[in-house]
């Protein structure tokens, strides 16, 4: 069996036959994982013409699409040993075309349980085969397996694609008049990177296959279950009046017959999916409570912004979709501002998280005193931007302290549990909240009499609740400026190369 290629010249995937260039191969992936992150079951951007069509309510189509947010969170700890026991040519042939199937299936269904569940398919395989390309192409990235370059640049694709999505599949929309146009030429896309895959790549192995067992598949199956009834409590909380509705009632008992399932199995099992341990860590807490801030602050536009574009400025879809635009550019800036403090600054990547933390309060702050029936949509650039950079900051160096904190063997499975609050729980609670504070708002303002129209009252009610975001941002600034956060250690730890993770993952299915 041939051995690893040796790092002579340009960089080489060794799966691509020998008549592709050798300076084209990476950049090949690098378009691979473009296309994986750009794809989905239901788009965003598509939201107002699906809910049209097929008469669904908002919240149906939101929890479609959480579906898909929480597949992308459920992989992390199957990665490797799906790695170590296909070829990369088997798993990104398989990605490829369950995606495109997903993609072209959802087309011609209206059931809203099926389309959820192509949607969370579509996120599971998503998150699979952008990570068979970038692990694949690290080195290219960074030769020193240095994380502090290899999450900046990682995010650039992950975060962009988030915020570009959406921009790509309004104007596709604009154009055709046809909400299935973005489905079709993301299915044409993975049919294409498919295709490539097939003709110019071989399988290729590093080492002996390891055997494909220990595979929690029911841990996964509850967890998933257990973020989803979460998610549904507070997406559906308005529309069945919460706690008011027998619906309501049963997912919190299910939410706890879940949760109650999935620690009594993780205590159980030799192979849990997510394993004790790996919530023993001291500073794991603290670290999921700040993304569960950078979930908040990051929920504001879902209902704030977008109450306020709709109905006090009147802005349709199209004029707003440029906002998307804009974010896109600030994750970009965010992700290599952080790769330019690292690298050319020598800084502190824990000193970073003060400036993500002021970036994002600059928000709130700014759309407080925005706020105005007349504004012009060029006077939102500025704020939205500033919150994408801060956003972007948190995402690499939060990552970055994560992969600090744990061994290599307990670290993707902390992106889960990171995904657990990030990937759509935290965020629907949020925006639950927010959509329940603003009704109430609002008929507070209006039992008060006061001598306004709806369109006024509802701009006084969105200014209220920014200026209380407002106060829970400086607060939580005021933390962070006063208590100086220290690395875990003085000096990175770097990536582990694949053969010494395949020998250690071995030992641990022996």
Known sequence: MPGPPML?????????????????????????????????????????????????????????IMFNVVGVAMPFPLLFKMKFHFTNRQLLLNAALVIAA???LIMWTDSVPVMCILAY??????LCGTFECMSTIQLWMTSKRD??????????????????????????????????IINWTMTGALLLVALIVYVTTHDFRFMKPLPFISLD??????????MLEFIFFFTYGEHYNWLDSKIMQMDIVLFIFTGYFCIQRMLHIRHPYIAPAAWKYKRLI?????????????????????????????????????LNFVEWVGAIAGCLFCLFWCK????????????GVATMVCYPVMMYFLIDPRLNIEALYLPIFLRSIGNAIFFCMLTIYLEELMPFEHFFMGLTMAGIIRNGPVSAM?????????????????????????????????????????????????????WDIQPIRSTLKKMPAWNFVGRKMKKNLA
């Not at 020598?346 to 970073?352: C, G, I, N, P, V």
Request: hydrophobic share 50%; net charge positive; glycine share 10%.
């Open 121 to 126: 398919i579509a996120g599971f395989f998503k």
């Open 102 to 104: 997903c993609n072209f």
């Open 217 to 226: 598949y029911l841990g996964c199956i509850l967890w998933s279950a257990w």
């Open 286 to 322: 603290p670290l999921l409570i700040l993304f569960a801030f950078v979930e908040f602050m990051g929920s504001t536009p879902k209902v704030l912004q977008t109450a306020f574009t709709g109905g006090v400025l009147h802005f349709g879809t199209f004029t707003t979709n440029v």
């Open 8 to 64: 002579q010249g340009p960089f080489r995937v060794p799966s691509f036959n020998g008549y592709i260039p050798r300076r084209l191969q990476p950049w090949i992936y690098l378009l691979f994982a473009f296309i994986f992150q750009m794809s989905g079951g239901i788009y965003g951007g598509a939201m107002s013409q699906v809910m049209g069509e097929y008469s669904l309510m908002r919240e149906d189509v939101l929890m479609i």
């Open 430 to 482: 949020c925006s639950g909240l927010y959509s329940y504070g603003l009704r109430h708002q609002m008929a507070e303002n209006m039992s008060r009499g006061l001598p306004y129209d709806a369109g006024n009252l509802l701009m006084i009610s969105i200014r209220e609740l920014y200026g209380l975001t407002c106060l829970i941002g400086i607060g939580v600034l005021i933390i962070f400026l006063l």
């Open 344 to 355: 050319v600054l020598h800084q502190k990547y824990t000193r970073l998280l003060t400036i």
């Open 147 to 180: 994380f502090t370059i290899f999450f900046p640049l990682l995010y650039c694709i992950v975060l962009g694609n988030m915020f570009l999505s959406p921009w790509v599949t309004e104007h596709l929309i604009y154009i055709y008049q046809d909400w299935r």
